[in-house]
Every structure is written in structure tokens, then in C-alpha cells.
């Protein structure tokens, strides 16, 4: 690929994240359909097909959220790749729509790359791309056997984690330690909604936590009814705790609960932690991280890429979590996309070399 198809390719990029998110290029066709699941049933999938003959194929996968596949940003990702005549699968994977983070994950990841690679490689070269939590399942599944010996072309992560145990403590601190030097950001209750809604029913903490677990799956699906009902009939800590953990106050009760988690479950968090194996992945690997990511520290990227054989990192102002940043000055804009566009030329040569 060279240097003027490279730029190009980046230019449609940036322009899609900003441009795709409710509208599809007419370049692109997009595509409901299914994949058969680990047992046979149909699993849904969507696939973004380019208008020209591709020469790659790219699998997205999402991170914990019950929107899935049809996750909007997830879609305007999708779209902003596939206009560069890649042929992009989005696809479902079960236990990460319904919020457990469990080992299950990574079967059905590795199990979605098999059927994408007997069914439409064709000497099309794969490659990956997970954001916040899917890009650990992407990361692990590069050591499953499968793909060691049909390797993928490269690994794109996204505002990923390293170390679940630095990211919890985030999660309540809000503070980045860099060089010595402090920054806080104010983080975003999601991440703490989601470990709660995983860990507490396993952990003993002193009173029954039910009506708790049942609060949480009420927020996590917006169904705010029947949480409102729930808060009227509550009273104590159990009431306690869901508004600390909606509101996002950070509670001695909440810090307490945290450390029972990471003392209690730490051997499920080492699994998706890469700070524990990641260092026996060979692949090529390019980490993005925004600076201002509410939801991920991006010291967790820059730990990863100095434990990772093979990497390039951008950490850059330009995005946040979910979104590219409308908060830094034009100046620094410029200067972000310049980097942005250096990054992105670099994933791009690999991507259709």
C-alpha cells in the first residue's frame, strides 16, 4: 500500500468516526445476518460489505454491553473501516451481550474466527480489532492453538485494560499516576456497574445482596420502573449501595466491597488481566488509547506495550472512550491528527500489505 492510498485510507477513517454515526456511505452495504453458534443456533451478525472487490477482512469485536452488535459507536467504527474496502464482521458474541465475564467468552471468540476463516478467507488475510473489554478477548484468543498456527494479519485494541486490578482502583480513585505526575479524571460508573453486576452475588459481604443484583440488572437494561419500585420498597445498606454505585460515590462501603472482589475473585480477574500473559503473544499489535478515557486509564496501554513482544501505541487527546474529543484547543487538534494519521497509516500498510 503506499503513502497516497495510505493517507486516504486514514482520511476516510477519521472523517467516518465523525461523519457515519447515523448515516451509512453509500460505498458500503450492510448486511443483518447469523453465524451458527457453539451448539448450532443462530447467533446474530452484522456484516459491512464494500462496494468494491475486498483484499481483507476485519473482525470487531465489542466490549461488555448489552447493545452488542448493534452498538452505535461499535457501527460507526464498523462503517469508517469498511469504506477502505475492508470486509468488516461485527459479530454477537452471547456471554458479553448479557454481561458475564466469564471464560465462556473466549470459546465463542475463538469459535467466531474459525467459521470467518473456513467460510470467507479464500487467502483474504484476517485481522482483529476489539474495544475496551473485546480488546482482551482479542488479545486472548491470539493464544488459543487455532490461531497461533493460522495467525491473524494484525491486532488492533482499543482503550483496552492490562491489569483489572490497576483499573478497579481507578475506578474509585479517578487518578492516573504517570511519571510522576497526577491526573484525575472524573471516571465513569459503567465499569463499576459492570464488576458488581459480575462479582457480588459470589462474595460474602455481610448482608444479602439479591435485591442489589436485581437493581443493577434493572439499570444495566434501562428499565427504570422497575428500579424505581425496587428503591421505594428498599431501606439500609442494600438501598445504600445501588445509589452509591448509580451516582458513582465512591463509599467506604463501595472501597470495602472492591477489595472483597479482588481478594475473593482474583483468580477470574488474572484471566482477563493481559499483565499475566500477554507477554507470549508474537502478534503485531497497534494499541490506541485515549487520554481522557473515562472508562480505561490509558497508563493500562502503556504498560501493555511494554509487555507486548510486538506493538505500536498512540496515546492521544483526540479521543475518549467512546467518541472523539471536542474539548482541546484547534492547535492541539492539528497536532493529535497528525499523530493519528501516522498510527493509522502504519495499521493501515499492515493491514493490506
Given at each position: 500500500?503506499?503513502?497516497?492510498?495510505?493517507?486516504?485510507?486514514?482520511?476516510?477513517?477519521?472523517?467516518?468516526?465523525?461523519?457515519?454515526?447515523?448515516?451509512?456511505?453509500?460505498?458500503?452495504?450492510?448486511?443483518?445476518?447469523?453465524?451458527?453458534?457453539?451448539?448450532?443456533?443462530?447467533?446474530?451478525?452484522?456484516?459491512?460489505?464494500?462496494?468494491?472487490?475486498?483484499?481483507?477482512?476485519?473482525?470487531?469485536?465489542?466490549?461488555?454491553?448489552?447493545?452488542?452488535?448493534?452498538?452505535?459507536?461499535?457501527?460507526?467504527?464498523?462503517?469508517?473501516?469498511?469504506?477502505?474496502?475492508?470486509?468488516?464482521?461485527?459479530?454477537?458474541?452471547?456471554?458479553?451481550?448479557?454481561?458475564?465475564?466469564?471464560?465462556?467468552?473466549?470459546?465463542?471468540?475463538?469459535?467466531?474466527?474459525?467459521?470467518?476463516?473456513?467460510?470467507?478467507?479464500?487467502?483474504?488475510?484476517?485481522?482483529?480489532?476489539?474495544?475496551?473489554?473485546?480488546?482482551?478477548?482479542?488479545?486472548?484468543?491470539?493464544?488459543?492453538?487455532?490461531?497461533?498456527?493460522?495467525?491473524?494479519?494484525?491486532?488492533?485494541?482499543f482503550g483496552t485494560s492490562y491489569d483489572v486490578s490497576?483499573?478497579?482502583?481507578?475506578?474509585?480513585?479517578?487518578?492516573?499516576?504517570?511519571?510522576?505526575?497526577?491526573?484525575?479524571?472524573?471516571?465513569?460508573?459503567?465499569?463499576?456497574?459492570?464488576?458488581?453486576?459480575?462479582?457480588?452475588?459470589?462474595?460474602?459481604?455481610?448482608?444479602?445482596?439479591?435485591?442489589?443484583?436485581?437493581?443493577?440488572?434493572?439499570?444495566?437494561?434501562?428499565?427504570?420502573?422497575?428500579?424505581?419500585?425496587?428503591?421505594?420498597?428498599?431501606?439500609?445498606?442494600?438501598?445504600?449501595?445501588?445509589?452509591?454505585?448509580?451516582?458513582?460515590?465512591?463509599?467506604?462501603?463501595?472501597?470495602?466491597?472492591?477489595?472483597?472482589?479482588?481478594?475473593?475473585?482474583?483468580?477470574?480477574?488474572?484471566?482477563?488481566?493481559?499483565?499475566?500473559?500477554?507477554?507470549?503473544?508474537?502478534?503485531?499489535?497497534?494499541?490506541?488509547?485515549?487520554?481522557?478515557?473515562?472508562?480505561?486509564?490509558?497508563?493500562?496501554?502503556?504498560?501493555?506495550?511494554?509487555?507486548?513482544?510486538?506493538?505500536?501505541?498512540?496515546?492521544?487527546?483526540?479521543?475518549?472512550?467512546?467518541?472523539?474529543?471536542?474539548?482541546?484547543?484547534?492547535?492541539?487538534?492539528?497536532?493529535?491528527?497528525?499523530?493519528?494519521?501516522?498510527?493509522?497509516?502504519?495499521?493501515?500498510?499492515?493491514?493490506?500489505?
Amino acid at each position: 500500500m503506499n503513502a497516497i492510498n495510505r493517507i486516504q485510507s486514514v482520511s476516510r477513517t477519521i472523517y467516518g468516526l465523525k461523519k457515519y454515526q447515523d448515516l451509512s456511505p453509500s460505498s458500503i452495504e450492510e448486511e443483518d445476518s447469523f453465524y451458527p453458534g457453539l451448539n448450532n443456533e443462530n447467533i446474530p451478525l452484522k456484516i459491512f460489505n464494500p462496494s468494491k472487490p475486498y483484499s481483507s477482512i476485519l473482525i470487531l469485536y465489542p466490549g461488555a454491553t448489552v447493545k452488542g452488535e448493534s452498538h452505535p459507536r461499535m457501527i460507526t467504527l464498523a462503517r469508517s473501516l469498511a469504506v477502505n474496502g475492508v470486509k468488516v464482521f461485527l459479530p454477537r458474541i452471547p456471554p458479553l451481550i448479557n454481561l458475564e465475564l466469564t471464560e465462556e467468552i473466549f470459546p465463542w471468540t475463538v469459535h467466531f474466527y474459525k467459521w470467518v476463516f473456513n467460510n470467507f478467507a479464500n487467502n483474504n488475510p484476517i485481522n482483529l480489532a476489539g474495544v475496551s473489554f473485546g480488546g482482551v478477548i482479542v488479545l486472548k484468543a491470539c493464544l488459543d492453538p487455532f490461531l497461533i498456527k493460522n495467525k491473524p494479519k494484525s491486532i488492533l485494541v482499543f482503550g483496552t485494560s492490562y491489569d483489572v486490578s490497576t483499573s478497579m482502583k481507578f475506578m474509585y480513585s479517578g487518578k492516573i499516576n504517570h511519571n510522576g505526575e497526577t491526573i484525575e479524571i472524573k471516571p465513569d460508573p459503567w465499569s463499576i456497574i459492570v464488576l458488581f453486576h459480575n462479582y457480588l452475588h459470589q462474595i460474602d459481604v455481610g448482608y444479602e445482596t439479591k435485591e442489589i443484583q436485581d437493581g443493577l440488572s434493572y439499570l444495566i437494561h434501562q428499565d427504570d420502573d422497575k428500579l424505581k419500585d425496587l428503591m421505594n420498597n428498599l431501606n439500609g445498606p442494600q438501598k445504600s449501595l445501588i445509589n452509591d454505585i448509580v451516582n458513582l460515590n465512591i463509599s467506604d462501603e463501595v472501597k470495602r466491597i472492591m477489595s472483597i472482589i479482588l481478594k475473593d475473585c482474583s483468580d477470574q480477574l488474572e484471566f482477563f488481566s493481559p499483565k499475566f500473559w500477554c507477554d507470549n503473544i508474537s502478534n503485531n499489535v497497534f494499541i490506541l488509547h485515549g487520554t481522557n478515557d473515562s472508562l480505561s486509564p490509558y497508563t493500562e496501554s502503556v504498560k501493555l506495550n511494554s509487555k507486548l513482544q510486538n506493538s505500536d501505541l498512540l496515546i492521544t487527546r483526540l479521543f475518549e472512550h467512546r467518541e472523539i474529543s471536542n474539548k482541546i484547543p484547534f492547535i492541539r487538534k492539528f497536532h493529535e491528527t497528525f499523530n493519528i494519521y501516522k498510527f493509522l497509516s502504519k495499521y493501515f500498510n499492515k493491514v493490506f500489505s
